[in-house]
């Protein structure tokens, strides 16, 4: 069974105070590995696709990497703007197939 | 351009009544995905469609739910009778299919079942 598990569950990080968050996952056929951000009440925001091992992707404060089992998401310096829920989801075989998610990270940042 | 729309953002309903959910897709996107999304967990899938047939709908609980996507467009999702354990957000997304797998959320539905 494919599986996809996030930590931490939840953190607390000072403004300017760098992390990452894991996301591990056990799949059958990996197509393409998906981070997310969601906002309370609001729907996951698309941030990044990471297809193969050893491929980065930059967006602001945010940098996505992979490996073979498992994907970070490094925040460099963050601030209170990118306190969210940070959701990993893993798309397996071809490229029309649903998403499975992780249970998400709660980020507060804290200025 | 537009995103995924989605009606109405909250429903409060008692046992056993009856609720549907409306979900516009982004236009030109093929692909149509219902999640719901329990408080503390990530979306779980609970029927895909490909234009306007279903692709995926393994999981969804078909003695009570039910949903359609006509014209290959809007679709509508249908719970009756709910139960207390449908409290969840229904969240809608799309994608244009094939290597351009990216989804697409809309904003979601809040549903408390009392």
């Known amino acids: 069974e494919d599986q996809v598990t996030q930590s931490p569950e939840a953190l607390r990080l000072q403004e300017g105070e760098s992390s990452s968050l894991n996301c591990s996952y056990t799949?059958?056929?990996?197509?393409?590995l998906f981070w997310y951000r969601q906002d309370p009440g609001k729907g996951p925001e698309f941030l990044f696709t990471?297809?193969?091992a050893g491929e980065e992707k930059e967006k602001e404060r945010l940098k996505a990497t992979i490996t073979k089992k498992e994907s970070f998401l490094h925040i460099t310096a963050p601030k209170p703007e990118d306190s969210a829920t940070y959701l990993c989801?893993?798309?397996?075989?071809?490229?029309?197939?649903?998403?499975?998610f992780g249970k998400g990270t709660r980020l507060s940042v804290i200025a | 351009e537009a995103g995924v729309a989605q009606s109405p953002r909250y429903k409060i309903i008692e046992k056993r009544q009856s609720v549907a959910f409306w979900c516009n897709p982004i236009?030109?996107?093929?692909?149509l995905y219902w999640y719901q999304q329990i408080l503390g967990q990530g979306p779980k899938l609970l029927i895909q469609?490909?234009?306007?047939?279903?692709?995926?709908d393994s999981q969804l609980p078909k003695d009570r739910f039910s949903a359609e996507r006509l014209k290959g467009v809007d679709s509508t999702l249908k719970i009756q009778p709910a139960k207390l354990e449908d409290s969840a957000v229904y969240l809608c997304?799309?994608?244009?299919?094939?290597?351009?797998?990216?989804?697409?959320f809309g904003p979601g539905t809040r549903l408390t079942v009392l």
């Open positions: 997304a799309s994608s244009f299919g094939g290597v351009l797998n990216e989804q697409f």
């Open positions: 799949v059958s056929g990996l197509r393409g």
């Open positions: 990471l297809y193969s």
């Open positions: 989801a893993v798309q397996v075989h071809s490229g029309n197939t649903p998403l499975v």
């Open positions: 236009s030109g996107h093929a692909t």
């Open positions: 469609f490909q234009n306007n047939g279903v692709v995926d």
